[in-house]
C-alpha cells in the first residue's frame, strides 16, 4: 500500500527562494497535517485540514502557506524561505479528526542556507 | 491549553529486562494520549491510544501504556526489551483542534 508520500526527501535552497513540499495520500483521510521537528522542541504543527478547501493554523503558522484543492494532496509552501525554517517536516493525515491514530510520511529534511 | 512532558532525554536498558518511558500531561477536561515511535529517517509510527476505559492500554510490538489520573502521567512499557525497540519515543495529548507532542524520549536497548 503507497499510504502517504512526501517529496523530496531532502532539499537545500537559499534563503529568500520559494519552496514547495508536497505530501499525497492514498486512503482518502479527511484530515491532513503539516509538522516541523526539532530537537528539543519535538513536532510542532504547523497547519491542518479538515477536508479539501478547509484549511487552519496550528500552533507555528508563520512564513507558511498550504492549499487543499484536492483530498489527496495537501502542498506545503515557504514563500520566502529563512534560515529558521531548516526542519525536518512531516505530513501526516487521519481519517476523522485529530483524535484517531495519525499516518506519517517519511518526511523532507530542508536545509535553507 | 494541553501539554505533554517527557522529563528524560534517553533510557538506557539490556535487552531482556523491562523498560519505562515516562510522559506526563496537562489537559482540560477528558484526556486523549497517544505513544507513537520514530525509527532513523521515518516518520512517526502509531503505537497505542487511550481515550476512556480500561487504565492499561495495549498497543503494537508488545508495548502497553498505563494511565493514571491521579498522577496524570501515561508511562509507556514493555516487560522485555529487544535491541530492535531502540528508537525514539513521542508521547502526545488531543486538545482543540491539534495534538500536541512531547520532546521525545530515545530509547536505547542494549545486547
Known amino acids: 500500500d503507497a499510504g502517504i508520500t512526501q517529496s523530496p526527501r531532502y532539499k537545500i535552497t537559499e534563503t529568500g527562494r520559494q519552496v514547495t513540499l508536497m505530501c499525497h495520500q492514498t486512503?482518502?483521510?479527511?484530515?491532513m497535517f503539516w509538522y516541523r521537528q526539532d530537537l528539543g522542541h519535538g513536532l510542532r504543527l504547523i497547519y491542518y485540514?479538515?477536508?479539501?478547501?478547509?484549511?487552519d493554523k496550528g500552533e507555528v503558522p508563520d512564513g507558511y502557506v498550504v492549499s487543499r484543492s484536492k483530498t489527496e494532496n495537501f502542498p506545503l509552501t515557504l514563500e520566502s524561505a529563512t534560515r529558521s525554517q531548516t526542519s525536518v517536516y512531516f505530513c501526516a493525515s487521519s481519517n476523522r479528526g485529530i483524535n484517531q491514530p495519525q499516518h506519517f510520511g517519511d518526511g523532507t529534511r530542508l536545509s535553507i542556507l | 491549553a494541553q501539554s505533554v512532558a517527557q522529563p528524560e532525554d534517553q533510557v538506557n536498558v539490556a535487552e531482556g529486562n523491562p523498560l519505562t518511558v515516562k510522559c506526563t500531561y496537562s489537559v482540560s477536561g477528558n484526556p486523549y494520549l497517544f505513544w507513537y515511535v520514530q525509527y532513523p529517517n521515518r516518520g512517526l509510527q502509531f503505537l497505542l491510544k487511550?481515550?476512556?476505559?480500561?487504565?492499561l492500554v495495549k498497543g503494537s510490538y508488545g508495548f502497553e501504556a498505563e494511565f493514571n489520573k491521579s498522577q496524570t502521567s501515561f508511562h509507556l512499557k514493555k516487560p522485555s526489551a529487544l535491541v530492535s525497540d531502540s528508537a525514539l519515543y513521542f508521547c502526545a495529548v488531543s486538545g482543540f483542534q491539534k495534538l500536541v507532542f512531547g520532546t521525545g524520549t530515545r530509547l536505547l536497548v542494549s545486547p
Open positions: 486512503w482518502s483521510h479527511s484530515y
Open positions: 485540514s479538515a477536508a479539501a478547501d478547509i484549511t
Open positions: 487511550y481515550i476512556t476505559g480500561d487504565n
